[in-house]
């Protein structure tokens, strides 16, 4: 077997195996682990040239495994833009954005993301009017919140010859007033009129800002991602996996990323995306569409009329057959299917589709996933066990929006479940954890809080009985989107012969306080075998 290249000890060693951490020591060469045992039992393999470090009380985890991102979207954001979500009003907002675009002179375009109209005292949608007050002289694009509404200003409309009369999209709305003049607020894929002239930043910048996205991953023990994409909101794709490729022939990959693109009724494209990426640290997944939108723009399709806004249910990105013929098409043909389902009628949809694509196509381990699954009706719960759908969830989101914005537009007679980890996790189904990063930040620490004690940072609880364990939130970041991504032979668990994908936290989860998770920090992480980030609190023996 030879000598190890690394070893890691610790007193609290979460395999993934078990729901206790164990005391241990795990030996690594090359990129894989090749022994998982007592120091005594990993002595023999420690040699002249092997690094050995003691964590004594940290713990030792399988590296981080965000589901659900978007990456360059996401570095643009982080990056570039003003960040809104302390804003109390739109004036502030807009003064926030005007400061901002002071600091950067020389940028074509000024992004902003975070504002929320409902955190607002008079929780009215903003105008464009206002963000003119405070800079006219280039185009301003600002995401709300949840990133599935738009701000712009005149600028921007005069950019990208937006007009009274210009057409909506097949979903999406260009927010108008009762006169017919625009008001700046584009909903939905509307927001593509912006971000197809607004993204088209040089090669050089976007690598530079995703290499600040792998430096920040590192930095967080994140070694793996799911990159979604399915929504003109967001970049070009084929521009990222070009970044994306020349990064990993060259070696500098430092997380794994596992692409899914966007479901189409023609799959060609997937096909030969399936085909060109296939590599340990890129590749193809699956494919991802959206069947709604979001609940606080009455966009997330429901079961029954929204309670503030009974003229609607709110809709779907494509009429319910034509959702069920682009999962029958992908599904015999192997591809696995990421729905994006906020509202109870989404989520019973995308139920529907899978269960009708398992009738006519046969059953197979087709792993299909529902992302958000904010409102679920409680006669649809056990149908991800039996259906064998994982209910992806980004547990920070809870804290993100009010409760009051759910319950103020969802009538009880419709029995809503509101992130309901807990309820489906009891059923035995599987549950994985993200960020949608830009939407709130990387740090996975954020949705292990969140998902444990269902608390936002200022205390305030929602839903309690929906909280897990540890064990449960940190296999649902780790083991469930390795699952998820058909890699559990290589990924997500601490065990001899898998990839040595590691990160070292500075506390033990399972003994401190919950409000101690916030403040923990990564020690150490190590990608494909190699350390890629170490904090000077970690010593050698």
């Given at each position: 077997?030879?000598?190890?290249?690394?070893?890691l000890?610790?007193?609290?060693?979460f395999?993934?195996l078990?729901?206790?951490?164990?005391?241990?020591?795990?030996?690594?060469?090359e990129?894989?682990?090749?022994?998982?045992g007592?120091?005594?039992?990993?002595?023999?393999?420690?040699?002249?040239?092997?690094?050995?470090?003691?964590?004594?009380?940290?713990l030792?985890?399988?590296?981080?495994?965000?589901f659900h991102m978007?990456?360059?979207?996401?570095?643009?954001?982080?990056?570039?833009?003003a960040k809104?979500?302390?804003?109390a009003?739109?004036?502030?907002?807009?003064?926030?954005v005007g400061?901002f675009?002071?600091?950067?002179?020389n940028?074509?375009?000024i992004f902003?993301?975070?504002?929320?109209?409902?955190?607002w005292?008079?929780?009215?949608l903003?105008?464009?009017?206002?963000?003119?007050?405070?800079i006219?002289?280039?185009p301003?694009?600002?995401?709300?919140?949840?990133?599935?509404?738009?701000?712009i200003?005149s600028?921007?409309?005069?950019?990208?010859?937006?007009?009274?009369?210009?057409?909506?999209?097949?979903y999406g709305e260009?927010?108008?007033?009762?006169?017919?003049?625009?008001?700046g607020?584009?909903?939905?894929?509307?927001?593509?009129f912006?971000?197809e002239?607004?993204?088209?930043l040089?090669?050089e910048?976007?690598e530079k800002?995703?290499?600040?996205?792998?430096?920040?991953t590192?930095?967080?023990?994140?070694t793996?991602?799911?990159?979604?994409?399915g929504?003109?909101?967001a970049?070009?794709?084929?521009d990222?996996?070009?970044?994306?490729k020349e990064f990993?022939?060259?070696?500098?990959?430092?997380?794994r990323?596992?692409f899914s693109?966007?479901?189409k009724?023609?799959?060609?494209?997937?096909?030969?995306?399936?085909t060109?990426y296939?590599?340990?640290?890129?590749?193809f997944?699956?494919l991802?569409?959206f069947i709604d939108?979001?609940?606080?723009?009455?966009?997330?399709?429901?079961?029954?009329?929204y309670?503030?806004r009974p003229d609607?249910?709110g809709?779907?990105?494509y009429?319910?057959?034509?959702?069920k013929q682009l999962?029958?098409?992908?599904?015999k043909e192997?591809?696995?299917?990421?729905?994006h389902?906020i509202?109870?009628?989404?989520?019973r949809l995308?139920l529907?589709?899978?269960?009708d694509a398992?009738?006519?196509?046969?059953?197979r381990?087709?792993?299909?996933?529902?992302?958000?699954v904010?409102?679920l009706?409680?006669?649809d719960?056990?149908?991800?066990k039996e259906?064998n759908?994982?209910a992806?969830f980004?547990p920070?989101h809870?804290?993100?929006?009010?409760?009051?914005a759910?319950?103020a537009?969802?009538?009880?007679?419709q029995?809503?479940?509101?992130?309901?980890?807990?309820t489906i996790v009891?059923?035995?189904?599987?549950i994985?954890?993200?960020?949608?990063?830009p939407?709130?930040?990387?740090n996975?620490?954020m949705g292990?809080?969140?998902a444990?004690t269902r608390?936002?940072?200022?205390?305030?609880?929602?839903?309690e009985?929906?909280?897990?364990?540890v064990?449960?939130?940190?296999k649902?970041?780790t083991?469930?989107?390795?699952?998820?991504s058909f890699?559990?032979k290589?990924l997500?668990?601490?065990?001899?012969?898998?990839?040595?994908d590691?990160?070292v936290?500075?506390?033990?989860?399972?003994s401190?306080s919950?409000?101690?998770?916030?403040?923990?920090?990564?020690?150490?992480t190590v990608?494909?075998?190699?350390?890629?980030?170490?904090?000077q609190?970690?010593q050698?023996v």
């Open positions: 077997m030879g000598k190890a290249d690394i070893v000890s610790g007193q609290h060693v395999t993934g078990q729901d206790e951490p164990i005391q241990a020591a795990i030996a690594i060469k990129n894989k682990i090749m022994e998982i007592s120091i005594e039992e990993i002595t023999s393999l420690i040699g002249d040239q092997t690094k050995v470090y003691d964590m004594e009380d940290g030792i985890i399988p590296g981080f495994h965000d978007h990456i360059m979207m996401g570095s643009i954001l982080q990056e570039d833009s809104l979500f302390t804003a009003s739109e004036e502030e907002a807009a003064k926030m400061e675009a002071e600091t950067r002179p940028d074509e375009w902003g993301i975070g504002w929320d109209h409902t955190n005292k008079n929780k009215v903003p105008h464009r009017s206002t963000l003119d007050q405070y006219c002289d280039r301003v694009l600002l995401f709300n919140a949840e990133v599935h509404y738009a701000w200003n600028k921007a409309i005069e950019k990208i010859q937006l007009t009274r009369n210009t057409p909506n999209p097949e260009i927010g108008k007033d009762e006169n017919g003049e625009l008001t607020l584009l909903f939905e894929q509307a927001i593509g912006a971000s002239h607004a993204y088209k040089p090669k910048k976007r800002l995703f290499q600040v996205f792998l430096n920040e590192k930095r967080l023990g994140i793996s991602v799911n990159d979604l994409y929504a003109k909101i970049p070009n794709p084929l990222d996996l070009e970044i994306f990993d022939q060259k070696g500098l990959l430092t997380t990323i596992h693109p966007e479901l009724m023609d799959l060609a494209d997937a096909m030969e995306l399936q060109n296939q590599s340990d640290k890129l590749t997944s699956g991802k569409q939108g979001v609940v606080t723009s009455h966009t997330a399709f429901l079961l029954d009329h309670k503030d609607t249910k809709g779907t990105t009429p319910a057959e034509t959702i999962v029958l098409r992908a599904d192997s591809f696995q299917i990421r729905f389902a509202g109870n009628g989404a989520v995308a529907d589709a899978f269960e398992r009738n006519a196509n046969g059953e381990d087709a792993r299909h996933v529902i992302e958000h904010e409102v009706h409680p006669d719960v056990h149908r991800f259906l759908v994982i992806s980004q920070k809870i804290e993100l929006m009010e409760s009051e759910y319950t537009r969802i009538s009880e007679k029995q809503p479940l509101y992130y309901p980890v807990k009891d059923t035995g189904a599987k994985a954890f993200g960020t949608d990063f939407v709130v930040p990387l996975p620490m292990i809080y969140q444990i608390k936002d940072l200022a205390g305030k609880a929602w839903q009985s929906e909280g897990i364990t064990a449960q939130a940190l649902s970041y083991a469930i989107p390795a699952f998820g890699r559990e290589e997500g668990t601490l065990e001899a012969g898998k990839i040595a590691i990160a936290l500075d506390k033990n989860l399972f401190i919950t409000e101690e998770i916030l403040e923990t920090k990564v020690k150490m990608m494909d075998g190699k350390i890629v980030h170490e904090s609190a970690v050698r």
